[in-house]
């Protein structure tokens, strides 16, 4: 059932217990049991909404940039990563494997904050060797949704 | 002036779902639960095999059985679900869906007056297929208290010294029904003692929510003589593409491939590039659909119980077949009615045979928000018959 449960939930945070429950043909019980053990064992981390920041009035700039640094003896790239993704603007910071270290999603108000934080914050870092910024102009699909999808069934009303 | 039209063609009886179609038609806000195809899009790898396939100018015929190496494709994927052999070269047919294989495997074995012994409530058509070649239908009314499964005495008391061929059109449409092994072993020991050839639907093959689809085909002595059916349409969401194949003996086969290349000349040439990779590479998105459907399928079950509306649970397809008749009405009144009232269209089990009276057939072939608001409706419309 976890996969599955997964796999709804990763589409739906908001479907409630006796739904889940139906869905996968399961006691309520059991759905909430598992959902605890998932919490707990760290393996769903949070409930989000993926909002088109786009279609309100506020305004958004979103960043990713790539990051070569030098690592720390004895702790990798751990210590480093930290340094980055405590910054709350920070939305998302991965490792990479290929032609630089850090991936790192920077979410700001305008193109000069963005500006700031990296000439100020990220490329003074010591172990920071150089950076590259790309923005974000248009984002078609995140987090597996199609943004701005219009859904129309084209299929015969009826058919055999 | 003369009257030019085949008696045997106009005394067809109309297809049931033609006449609610058009009422349907008519409607601008219904919400439909009538459709016999997938909601979801075919997946883009197969989309896009097809359209490399235009790039590169893949345009001309393919050789009358269909591309080799969908041939082979096809005989991997039988092996690998089902266990059963068919030689790509001589035991293959690719076909413009499976539609086309009903109706050329029925020309290729009937002589006239051959009976065809057709289980109903069942795909629409087998029936017709079967009178356009010359063959007499004979059908047996499948019982609800039955799962709507074949049983052996139903069988038994349909076969004479005529009858060549029985229709298994299992994971079934409308009613969602399947067989399972023990099932199926005992109608394949009356086949061979009978020695009747049998045409096996299996185009839902892929959409069981119990075990695994077991062919009756891969039961020992059947595969000889077995026509098997099956496609793309509804495991691969290719319905458009226009795409299915046969599996049967060589010598069958052999027949049905003359009737293909005179009538047809080959499968579309795009679908069949398209499908290997349906085959090859489409087992998870497969598995992703069939995912969706069982919940969609447990969602209405439990709709049903809810409001007490009697339903025994299918686990085939993507059709669950419930019974109205609490509501001492038709299935075509009900389902007008319903439509009228509430706006919800389903279509009426009659559409499936005489014996789907007394039921509907609901395609959950729907997105779950589609779904909720159709129940509601519904709920609301047997509570107004109930009072
Ligand atoms: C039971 C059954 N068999 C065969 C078909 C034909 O499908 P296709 O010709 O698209 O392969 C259908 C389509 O609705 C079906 O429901």
Known sequence: MREELLAILEKNSRIDFKELSILLGVEEQAVLKELEALEKEGIICGYHTLINWEKTSIEKVTALIEVKVTPQRGQGFDKIAERIYNYPEVKAVYLISGGYDLLVTLEEKTLKEIAGFVSDKLSTLDSVLSTATHFILKKYKDHGTIINKKSVDEREVITP | ?387
Not at chain 2, 83 to 89: F, L, M, R, V
Not at chain 2, 355 to 380: D, F, H, P, V, W
């Open chain 2, 1 to 387: 002036m003369r009257n030019f039209l085949s008696e045997k063609v106009t005394s067809l009886k109309p297809s049931g779902i033609r006449k609610f179609f058009d009422i349907v038609s008519e409607m601008k806000d219904a919400i439909s639960l009538g459709v016999g195809e997938p909601d979801f899009d075919t997946p883009w790898h197969i989309r896009d095999e097809g359209i490399y396939s235009l790039e590169r100018g893949r345009t001309f015929y393919t050789s009358n059985a269909g591309l080799k190496d969908l041939r082979k494709e096809i005989a991997n994927y039988i092996e690998r679900t089902q266990k059963i052999s068919y030689n790509p070269d001589s035991e293959i047919l690719v076909t413009v869906g499976g539609s086309e294989a009903i109706d050329i495997g029925l020309r290729a074995v009937i002589n006239p007056n051959d009976e065809v012994i057709i289980p109903q409530p069942s795909y629409v058509s087998y029936e017709p297929c079967a009178i356009l070649a010359d063959a007499k239908p004979v059908i047996i009314n499948l019982k609800a208290e039955n799962e709507f499964r074949l049983k052996p005495d139903e069988l038994i008391n349909a076969i004479t010294p005529k009858t060549k061929v029985l229709i298994l059109p299992y994971p079934n449409n409308p009613t969602g029904a399947i067989m399972e092994r023990e099932d199926l072993e005992v109608i394949a020991t009356i086949i061979k003692e009978k020695d009747i050839l049998v045409m096996s639907d299996e185009i839902y093959s892929a959409l069981t929510y119990k075990n695994s689809h077991v062919s009756i085909a891969s039961i020992d002595g059947m595969k000889e003589r077995t026509i098997l059916i099956n496609g793309f349409s509804k495991a691969y969401a290719m319905t458009g593409w226009r795409l299915g194949y046969a599996c049967a003996p060589k010598e069958i086969l052999s027949q049905m491939t003359k009737i293909h290349q005179f009538a047809i000349m080959c499968a579309p040439t795009t679908s069949q590039y398209a499908a290997i990779s349906a085959l090859k590479n489409g087992d998870s998105d497969v598995e992703v659909m069939r995912r969706a459907y069982n919940q969609r399928r447990r969602f209405l079950m439990n709709a049903f119980e809810e409001m007490g509306l009697e339903c025994f649970e299918p686990y085939g397809a993507f059709y669950v077949f419930p019974c109205i008749k609490e509501f001492g009405m038709t299935s075509e009144e009900f389902a007008t009615k319903l439509l009228m009232e509430e706006k919800v269209a389903v279509v009426p089990g009659t559409a499936f045979g005489e014996c789907g009276e007394g039921y509907l057939r609901i395609s959950y072939a729907y997105s779950l928000e589609n779904l909720k608001i159709a129940i509601e409706r519904l709920n609301r419309f047997i509570q107004k018959l109930r009072n």
